[in-house]
């Protein structure tokens, strides 16, 4: 089993950042990947990014590229991600996700942070 944990959501005003944490235990040492998805009121839940756990290689939703980053501390099993020029449709709860073999759906999930933006 994996646990994930987010952090660091909360309130900004549109043009702001946040930068939200996630950090997996239990057994991920055959992970393939992590990355953050986030569900708006009354909307599916979208892909944002993913960061391969071998290669950083990154993939991001056309949405979020060239304002959102993400990056990785594989020794602290952490991922981050980097939320800039914010926007009032980026509000959401954002979900830390964990991957266990490349090109299958996601297996885990945290619980989810909250972020808003407001205009």
């Known amino acids: 089993q994996v646990q994930l944990v987010e952090s660091g959501g909360g309130l900004v005003q549109a043009g702001g950042s946040l930068r939200l944490s996630c950090t997996a235990s239990g057994r991920t040492f055959s992970t393939s990947a992590m990355g953050w998805f986030r569900q708006a009121p009354g909307k599916e839940r979208e892909f944002v990014v993913a960061?391969?756990?071998?290669?950083?290689?990154?993939t991001y939703a056309d949405s979020v590229m060239g304002r959102f980053t993400i990056s990785k501390d594989n020794a602290k099993n952490t991922v981050y991600l980097q939320m800039n020029s914010l926007k009032p449709e980026d509000t959401a709860v954002y979900y830390c996700?964990?991957?266990?073999?490349?090109?299958?759906?996601?297996?885990?999930w945290g619980q989810g942070t909250q972020v808003t933006v407001s205009s």
């Open positions: 996700a964990l991957q266990l073999v490349r090109g299958r759906p996601f297996d885990y």
């Open positions: 960061i391969s756990w071998s290669d950083g290689r990154t």
